[in-house]
């Protein structure tokens, strides 16, 4: 009979003052793992990795006080839900084939796993991409805000999966290759793509929060998107390289005119020199910050000391000659 190794299944909640939905959110994913431990798909040591990201609230208590197959990560400090997601993450790696990580806020479908270990143990994947379908649970202005964001990324030259939150399957093999990532701003969603390795979407629809509210306000949601572009893209910098260029030739013109009045005799003294200067010194000056800013990139770049190349297979044949 055809049988397949069961997968130790890991699934890393990152949680900020969720206190009024922990349980909810503990109880469906025991059932879930439950289920999927019933039809063999996942072993008996798969287990729910709440991380407290330093909340205000009785997070750690309702934690603490869940039984079953839960581990509490308790971080000392609240450090945003990308850097509590990545200490999750590397604790399970240690232990787990897969690991799932999702929103504590039952967002993301709980029933998607389905879909995303069957990509995994049948297609091979080693990452898994949730992708939300419509969202129409979202406020117009979150949604609008959101898919803005996307495009803007792209433009720049980041790649992001579109429409896809943190809500992932990783293998065991895909977080190792993360972990070479030495970043300090951390934008899981933009590197995770550059790690490359064999890929799947799965879509799905994305509820409303189950309880409480978003811990994500405006201003999170805006220093988040800041940082995702600043971590990915030296483009803004190339733009002002670009605007001192143009400037700089605009002030060829500029001199031309200058001329053309003070041949005229319509100048009063001294105006050409001053209207050529402060257009032709303005334009060296924003070239000569974007020409700064170009190695300011550049060791920016290197400071992160990103894995330079990540080998996916190698095959060598010992036939002997
Ligand atoms: N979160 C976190 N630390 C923070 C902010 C949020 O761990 O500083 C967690 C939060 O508990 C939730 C997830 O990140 O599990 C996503 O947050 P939320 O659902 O509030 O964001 P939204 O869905 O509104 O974008
Ligand atoms: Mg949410």
């Known amino acids: 009979m055809y049988c397949m190794k069961e997968t130790i299944l890991y699934v890393v909640v990152p949680c900020y003052n969720e206190e009024a939905c922990l349980k909810e959110t503990s109880r469906l994913l025991k059932n879930k ?21 330093g909340s205000k609230d009785a ?33 399970a790696k240690e232990r787990a084939d897969a690991i799932i990580s999702m929103d504590a806020d039952l967002q993301d479908d709980i029933e998607a796993m389905d879909k995303f ?34 495009k803007i990324m792209r433009k ?19 977080l190792d290759e993360l972990s070479g990532y030495q970043e300090v701003n951390l934008f899981l969603r933009g590197i995770i793509p550059t790690i490359g390795l064999k890929t799947a979407e799965v879509k799905y629809v994305r509820n409303e929060r189950f309880a409480g509210e978003s811990k994500y306000p405006l201003k999170k949601m805006m220093g988040f998107a800041w940082d995702g572009i600043t971590s990915f893209s030296v483009k ?45 010194l303005g334009g060296i000056q924003m ?31 010992n036939k002997p000659l």
């Not at 439950?34 to 991380?51: D, E, P, Y």
């Not at 069957?118 to 994947?125: A, G, I, L, T, V």
């Not at 910050?289 to 990540?310: D, H, M, N, S």
């Open 117 to 150: 270990l069957q990509k995994f143990r049948e297609e091979n994947c080693e990452i898994v991409y949730g992708v939300r379908s419509e969202r129409k649970t979202d406020t117009a202005f979150k949604r609008n805000t959101a898919l803005a964001f996307y």
């Open 33 to 53: 793992l439950a289920s999927l431990v019933k039809t063999g798909v996942i072993s008996k040591n798969s287990k729910i990795v709440f991380v407290d990201d």
């Open 287 to 317: 070239f000569s910050i974007g020409l700064i800013g170009e190695y300011v990139g550049k060791i920016y770049a290197e400071t992160k000391r990103r894995p330079r190349y990540i080998i996916e297979k190698i095959v060598e044949r």
């Open 156 to 174: 720049l030259g980041a790649e992001t999966v579109y429409n896809h939150a943190d809500y992932r399957l990783m293998s065991k093999r895909a």
């Open 59 to 91: 997070t750690w208590k309702i934690i603490e006080g869940l039984d079953g197959p839960i581990v509490g990560v308790k971080l000392a400090h609240n450090r945003g839900h990308q850097n509590a997601l990545l200490a999750g993450l590397m604790y």
């Open 236 to 280: 803004p910098i190339r733009i002002i390289l670009a605007v001192g260029i143009i400037v700089s030739v605009i002030s060829l013109l500029v001199l031309l005119y200058a001329l053309i009045v003070n041949m005229l005799g319509q100048a009063v003294s001294g105006w050409t020199f001053i209207i050529c200067s402060i257009w032709l």
